[in-house]
């Protein structure tokens, strides 16, 4: 995502809010992608050592963006 749709989605409260329930949806997307579903602490989709970064970026984007939903 670069700075401008960043900037271009702020500009209005609506903008920002239809542009935060996006993120939060990549976010949950990302998030069952890379969920650990099988024991020894092993992402299995990527095959990083649980929580890999995808995990944690998709939590981050859940995390932050959900504070700007109604």
Known sequence: MSIEATRAA???ESELT???A???EQG?????THQMQIG??????CGHVY????AE???WLV??????LP
């Open 10 to 12: 702020i500009e209005t």
């Open 18 to 20: 239809r542009f935060a």
């Open 22 to 24: 996006e993120q939060v």
């Open 28 to 32: 949950r997307d990302l998030w069952l």
């Open 40 to 45: 020894g602490g092993i992402c299995t989709a």
């Open 51 to 54: 929580p890999c970064d995808d």
């Open 57 to 59: 970026h998709a939590a």
């Open 63 to 68: 995390l932050y963006w959900s504070r700007h």
